[in-house]
């Protein structure tokens, strides 16, 4: 069946009169070269099985292995044998010497009213092998301060910055005491960052069932989600301010490197900070009083959820061995035999919280089967025309470590040379899920509609068009999403490797992964196994093909173009987005805040404010000003005429060889365009001007973050300065599209 | 401080040419009048005690005083020698023999996987001395059938009809399976009424945790909300259908009354049914296997929630002693004595599931309040110049009984004289809610504004706006608040004695209740005590006061006015409104029907479904027409019409005597031209053109119900019927009005 396609697929595609889809040319790719391209990818394809990748995450899930463990080395060295047999022969081990804290001491005890001393253990299962290895870091936030706090206990919701908004009308602070939060909604390094700010001493993480346990779903190992006593490890680091090593901000954490002092590193949290399981945090959150907390607080514990503070005393004594230790890059090129200096860069990272049979390694996996499908395609005389490189990356976990130490390393070399970066972090059963830079949408697209679905064999395009009409919440969006005909390629904020490329660097940046139908709670626990991963999640290594087509097409395609298949039309019609959401954010903001005021002055809520429950009246809100965006606007019109200027200089150059001299160096260089000199406020490391992820609200991305985070904070002067910058960045965008002069 | 208050607004009153929204005319009294009827309101205020309505409270509730019980008799007793000892000579008991089922037999065992029987008890609390009295009806479902049933157990959510989609989707049916719902969201008699029509034996319902236990607040006795053992009566009578004794339809059920036979009623249901705790229903919902419930429909235990069927079987027997029994319906009237052909009446229930204290007694309590004031006044020389006639129902809680009968045993009298019906049904703590009649927000606006909140002394109808504006969801929904200067006079659909008067026999009624602050678990439940009531509920009795101001106010306005303040320009704007929403409901439902079909048709359901979870793709939906209101917009155009010359007829008639005669009696007969002669499709009883009960939706109020009900049922040909027989009834409303001519 799969050969009767492909025979089809080149019939087709060689008779480019025809008049099916699949005959138009490849998107920069010359007709000629278009029968070519799809006859290495279809070859690739040919290469992948799922059997073996089954394979490779059994093996390199086989034991706990995470950064400076004795099995993350083994593992680093098993990848490069790996790439070294599939004829990778340039490929080595970078190493960078880096600071990480893991456990010494984890104390958390329940004083009043009653006695409770939390256990701190996930138990070994039966049916799961790896799940009672030694070998294991325990449940513990890596970065946390040491510390050795008792007072009294708070409950924090999710410890959004809404949440302390929410406690302050309730009367209550967290200044003194230890919070608890609940794992969900943001990132977990805001929770102790956002508690420390305002005061607290010390912070507890819980899994609440509502998030990833019984209430999802039956739990391990009668289903995927979280038992009473499974716990999520995790970093705090402070990477929304800068990923890496905090020791050596900005530079590479070299053997030699300079480093500041620990308590000098800003990304370092402050207090201490302990994640632990529902188990653990039911006689916690039981012994509370208090308040009883809003609907939108209470989780799915068997409980009355209390705010507290009151009765309720905790002691909390953490510390860490903050020991240097080595992370171990593998890293592996082909050189290109046309553009040797054009670099198309693929990574995943390799090291695990524990065992970590999802979180990388099935990523890691697909990474693994196109290097070995790309070597086989070399015996059989394939030699791509820009160089490839191939990551799998140390020390993700705590930080973004080994790719961020990698990046800063090479970073002069990269932002010549880097023509993308395409990442992956595992992967899962579902629907395609992509974020990345906008001029790639279309690139995506195509490669959406071609890879099939191994579930329904309709295009994972398709499918995810599908799911996305089914799951419409209104007749709106969904009336949208039938007329949308482009993969909705999200913006990117963090969360994996791409920061340091995209948001440092401006290197145009990809991540993929399949979710949706392998939802659990075993994302950093000791249950993060291959048992689990066969069971529950992509249990026929189906969708590890699948990523695989759809990692490997991208690299392949960016390889072998003729002309880059950037389209800046899109990147011009996603800001143009962007900046309507800024106009919209700005008007709703100026509109909620002068309806707040009235409801303030007016006396409405202390009128509607039971007496009887202790109510504050919020605090006046800053009156929104009409915002200015003109100077924006005036950027995002210039760069529009350069976009059509390039794309008519793209389609000539597809037809006529010696017009293409220079042109994909501009299309790739573009992106650098968009940097920052000065990068964004408060953390000069993130560079780029459209996008970075939330300063006080994770992962998630901000586009156009200077400007947004500025109305957020109802900061109008820094508004004004941040449209300025941002327009400029967009004006030299338009200016080095249409002449390749760059101001960098 | 109320004496001055008092004293200032009465100079102000007699200040007709001052500044103050106070010196203006009450509407629908002359200057003079007005002057005198705020005189009248301020003495009825004055004889209105707070602490009297808590002895009143807690010497009704003392027992358990349900339909036919000892106690209830007592009740009635007392509430009759209470209004003759108040002045009121003219009282008596209005008896009426019903039917009313009581538990005989209760048995409920999970009998596979495992074995549990259900306990059905719930037990006395040691700080509430009334938890444990005997004659209590232990927790039962009146009206469900005799049955003794085995079969598999099924979870139907809120067993709503989309519920039943839901399991459609999943391939699921409950065809000879027992269902278990949890109380909420729906009437609970629409659960088990649902259930049968698509083939269930049997029915369980519960409380679970979620609605009205821990997960609300602290549970009975250290807080308001259910414990683990409480469970709520209730009737399953099919109300929506028709209430009232179920063996004499649409006729009083007096001693001698012709009776159909039980088999033959109409409002009984088919299949046995029976409430439960949550303590009882966990064994139950963890014995469920079968796909995991959709997240819509998960509790607040602390479990998986499974759908079934499979594992688990239940074994549910119940039986009833079908005793016919005596309702006593007090009956106390003051004459007119200018138009004592012109009635306002007022009511509420007197019969309680167990105490009551809240429902009915503290509602109840306030009605006596207000009768004992009005005797005081009478004792000055107060004379009425319609008749005031204060009901308190029997029967209320089966099935609106009491009422009912009396209703159907005075139709013809009652259409010729009743001006308006005012309902109450026990009372809380907070936000003054109120249904009604359209023509009436003006006068209940008026009244709003004049009575003070107990608690934050602004006018009720300030508290009510500032509660609305603070928990107004969006910008503009706060907006339109801000913009809304009448009170939010609900349409009314049933849940107590105001539908026989409004519903079957077209009499503007009104429904008041104070509540918002006051949440808890005690509804039908053996804690609904006066110490429940003391400690959670109105524990001053401010409230009480309040209620007895604002429904005193109403009966007094009603009862003095020069032309009664039917305000029908308000009935006007708000029919516009409704066929907005007619117009709205059926371009929506035409969009989201033609995108669900495309959904189906394009093979999208496939595409998007986990191909390892069950899933039957949805039926085509009905293609929905063009609907055509054009007769429905004409008479609302005449309506328009007619109400102008009714208003100028109204100021004229303010101004001069002989302009009166014959006008009040058009205004309020004016409602008995919207009933329909042959009543809503398939419950005739239900005569109202512009109000109903969902016939499957339950209490909540259906506007324009036979048009919206055949718009929900797809049943365009119905759609064309129901808007030519209203626009004939609203046309004749509008022909009424102008001349007086009806066709009743």
Known sequence: MKTQGVILALLLAANSNGLFAQTTDLRGFSSKSSVLQRTLEERFDQQLNAANIGRTIKELSAKPHHLGSEQGKIVAETILKRFKDYGWLDSKIERYEVLFPTPKTRVLTLTEPIQFTASLKEPAYADDASSGQSGQLPAYNAWGADGDVTGELIYVNFGLPEDYDRLEKL????????????????????????????????????????????????????????????????????????????????????????????????????????????????????????????????????????????????????????????AYNVIAKIKGTVYPDQWVVRGNHHDAWVNGAADPVSGLAALLE???????????????????????????????????????????????????????????????????????ASLVTDIAQEVPDPQTQVSVLERRKSHDLVTGTTLKLKKERFDLNKFPLDALGTGSDYSPFFQHLGIPSLNFEFEGEDEGGEYHTNFDSYEDYVRFKDRNFDYGITLAKVTGRTLLRLAEADVLPFEYADLHVALKGYVQELIKLGDDLRESNAQENRLINEGKYQQAADPLTVFYVPRNKPVVPELDFANLDKAIAALGKSVENVSLRATKALQDKKERAGLSEILYQAERQLLLTAGLPQRPWYKHSLYAPGLHTGYSVKTLPGIREAIEQGDWFEVTKQVDLTAERIQQLAVFLATGLGTK
């Open 171 to 326: 009367g209550l602070n967290v200044s003194g005491k230890i919070v608890i939060a609940r794992y969900g909604r943001s990132w977990r390094g805001l929770k102790p960052k956002l508690a420390y700010e305002r005061g607290a001493i010390g912070c507890i993480i819980y899994s609440d069932p509502k998030e990833d346990g019984y209430y999802k779903g039956d739990v391990y190992p009668a289903g995927p989600f979280k038992n009473e006593n499974a716990a999520q490890r995790g970093s705090v680091l402070d990477v929304m301010v800068q990923p890496g090593d905090p020791l050596t901000p900005g530079i590479a954490a070299t053997q030699t490197a300079e480093r500041i002092l620990k308590e000098d590193a800003q990304s370092i949290l402050k207090i201490p900070v302990l994640p632990i399981s529902y188990h653990d945090a039911l006689p916690l959150l039981s012994a509370l009083d208090g308040p009883v907390a809003p609907e939108s607080w209470r989780g799915a514990l068997p409980i009355t959820y209390h705010i507290g503070a009151g009765r309720a005393k905790v002691h909390l004594k953490v510390a860490s061995n903050w020991n240097r230790v080595s």
């Open 370 to 440: 196109e290097a070995k499908a790309i070597g086989a395609l070399l015996k059989t005389g394939y030699k791509p025309k820009r160089t490839l490189v191939y990551c799998a990356w140390d020390g993700e976990e705590p930080g973004l470590l080994g790719s961020t130490e990698w990046v800063e390393d090479h970073a002069d070399e990269l932002s010549r040379k880097a023509v993308a970066y395409i990442n992956t972090d595992g992967n899962g059963r579902g629907f395609l899920k992509a974020g990345g830079a906008q001029q790639l």
